[in-house]
């Protein structure tokens, strides 16, 4: 199979992770479009025999990152939260719709690895290679991303209560 | 507890299921001891399992034709750059006959007119709200509407938009310059919220062509139509399928 048809394969799951990275349909499709033209432009810089799926979410994130820089919010990437719109899915119910909410409130850096590992299902191996990022650095986001979210999901003042915890 | 320290990561990669099984039950028998721990760590693997689930949906969606098309070989690339200057020609055209059919010119280009930026920082600061995003519910529209009439000064309307495919969710009373302005907002099939904003315009009595402004990732078409200044705005839809609501809302309010 070539790659870009490996690539197409892929593009369920790109959208999925779109989705939960970004929170709105639309944004999260422009997204992965905008990936999908970049890797496939790109495709002579892949080296055959590695992840196709992890070389194409580091893209995503590269595109995603400017995308951001492009509409100055930069603050999300400095660790500050986003505040996103949260309606990623369909006829979400209250309970799912708290799941998207608070998501959207964690900073991009933890979202993006809670999402890999917990999403994607990606190892922390492989999640550090896609980010460009020392596992440690993985493991100490993926910490202080789900502390957030279950604080976040009990309805209490996360930003207050990580310094302790930490 | 013969084995090494046990540390944060050891119990993440024990939500994750990703430890050898010797140190899975090491980690086992210390959580048997630490029911807070063992909670705090049940609640991570909660999350996971929602997550996949929430968001396991989209990975069976169709694809919208753009990314289907982006898939492909790079020739179908170029086509669908063409297909989208066509496109923008084509919302171009419409906009133009609007500007047309409705009458009056645009202003030259200026800052961000006002009913735009507070139409789009209601919409941001509303639209996403889970439990609270209306005041007063569409169950009670005439009141709603009374209240907001009485409120603005101004007879109010909220226009039926489910030809549209958007039914009515609820409004509210917002605070503005001069007087207050009010907010209904509207959902669609796939969970897609459009907002419409109104305020009174009583300097001019006079009607305006839709304009067209995007802030952030919010899209708005905005006029003025007699006493009332409106805001149609959503971050969830694209421009064309703006652009149908706002006819279908002023076919409403113009019947």
């Known amino acids: ?43 002579h810089l892949w080296r055959r025999g590695t992840d196709l799926r992890a070389w194409l979410f580091t893209i995503m ?3 995603h990152v400017n995308q951001l820089r492009a509409r100055r919010e930069l603050s ?4 500050e939260a986003m505040g996103l719109p949260v309606r990623a899915t369909q006829e979400a119910g209250i309970e799912a719709r708290d799941l998207e909410r608070a998501l959207g409130q964690l900073p991009l850096e933890q979202r993006q690895v809670l999402l890999l590992v917990a999403l994607e299902e990606m190892s922390y191996e492989q999640a550090a290679s896609t980010l460009g990022i020392p596992i440690g650095t993985v493991m100490s986001r993926l910490s202080r991303a789900r502390e957030k979210l279950r604080l976040l999901m009990e309805g209490l003042p996360a930003s207050g209560r990580l310094h302790i915890v930490k | 507890m013969n084995g090494l ?55 069976k969606e169709p694809l919208p034709p753009g990314l289907a098309a982006a898939g492909r070989p790079r020739r179908a690339l170029y086509l669908r750059a063409a297909v989208a200057v066509a496109l923008f020609a084509l919302g171009a055209g419409l906009g133009w006959q609007l500007h047309v059919s409705v009458g009056a010119r645009a202003p030259a280009q200026e800052a961000v007119p006002r009913i735009v930026r507070n139409a789009v920082i209601a919409h941001a600061t509303y639209s996403p709200e889970v439990r609270h995003p209306v005041e007063v519910g569409a169950d009670q529209e005439q009141h709603l509407v009374a209240w907001l009439s009485k409120r603005l000064g101004a007879n109010v309307r909220a226009p039926n938009l489910e030809s549209v495919g958007y039914s009515l969710i609820g409004g509210r009373l917002l605070p503005g310059e001069p007087g207050p302005t009010a907010q209904f907002m ?28 995007q802030e952030g990732n919010v899209r708005v078409f905005y006029w003025v139509d007699r006493k009332l200044g409106y805001a149609l705005s959503s971050s969830d839809i694209g421009k064309e399928d703006l652009l149908k609501i706002a006819n279908a809302t002023y076919a409403q309010l113009n019947p």
């Open chain 1, 76 to 79: 999300a990437l400095e660790g």
């Open chain 2, 186 to 213: 509207y959902q669609g099939k796939p969970g897609t919220r459009v907002t419409l904003y109104l305020r009174t315009d009583a300097t001019d009595n006079r009607e305006t062509a839709f304009r067209y402004a």
């Open chain 1, 61 to 63: 994130h590269n595109v």
């Open chain 1, 1 to 43: 199979m070539d790659e870009a048809s490996r690539i197409a394969e892929l593009i369920p799951r790109l959208r999925r992770y779109a989705r939960a990275l970004v929170g709105e349909r639309m944004g999260a499709d422009d997204l992965v479009q905008d990936t999908l033209e970049r890797a496939l432009n790109k495709l």
């Open chain 2, 5 to 59: 320290p046990i540390t944060e990561g050891d119990l993440q990669a024990w939500v994750d299921g990703r430890l050898p099984s010797g140190r899975r039950a090491e980690i086992d028998a210390w959580l048997a001891d630490r029911p807070e721990e063992a909670a705090r760590l049940a609640a991570y693997r909660e999350h996971s399992a929602q997550l996949r689930a929430l968001y396991a949906p989209v990975l």
